[in-house]
């Protein structure tokens, strides 16, 4: 993992960011937040630089079928993590996925496939909504 020794502002804005949120949140949404308006950031594209950066570090994982993306609920790690996505109230919390990476890849590979990444998004309904 090539991990920064610091973060720079804006890195920081938008970890800062998505570590408060709830749920994923996108580069505009985050856009939108007070802190990131304060902190100077006004481009998406300065978001994205970010989110690229802190993504490489393992800070943050991008949520392939909402667009998204979430702080990482551990430590920073690069190795693929997966998430089980609430369809209701989007809740999304992080799985880890070696077995599952590993079965999968070693599946492809019999089949001559070459595995350049792994994601593992399962939806379905969180115990809070199930219970409305």
């Known amino acids: ?3 920064p020794k610091k ?6 804005a938008v970890l800062e960011t998505l570590s408060k949120s709830d749920k994923p949140l996108s580069a ?3 856009l939108s937040f007070e802190n990131i308006r304060d902190s100077g950031i006004k481009a998406p594209l300065t978001v994205y630089r970010a989110l690229d950066k802190l993504i490489d570090t393992g ?3 991008r949520i392939e079928s909402l667009n998204a993306f979430v702080a990482c609920d551990g430590n920073p790690h690069i190795e693929p993590a997966g998430f089980v996505i609430c369809e209701e109230c989007k809740n999304t919390m992080e ?3 070696r077995d599952c990476e590993d079965h999968l890849t070693k599946d492809a590979l019999k089949k001559g496939f070459q595995v350049k990444g792994i994601r593992v998004e399962v939806t379905g ?3 809070d909504c199930q219970k409305k």
């Open 7 to 12: 973060l720079t502002p804006n890195q920081t």
């Open 59 to 61: 800070r943050v994982h």
């Open 28 to 30: 505009y949404e985050i």
């Open 125 to 127: 309904t969180c115990s």
């Open 95 to 97: 799985l880890r996925i």
């Open 1 to 3: 993992m090539n991990q």
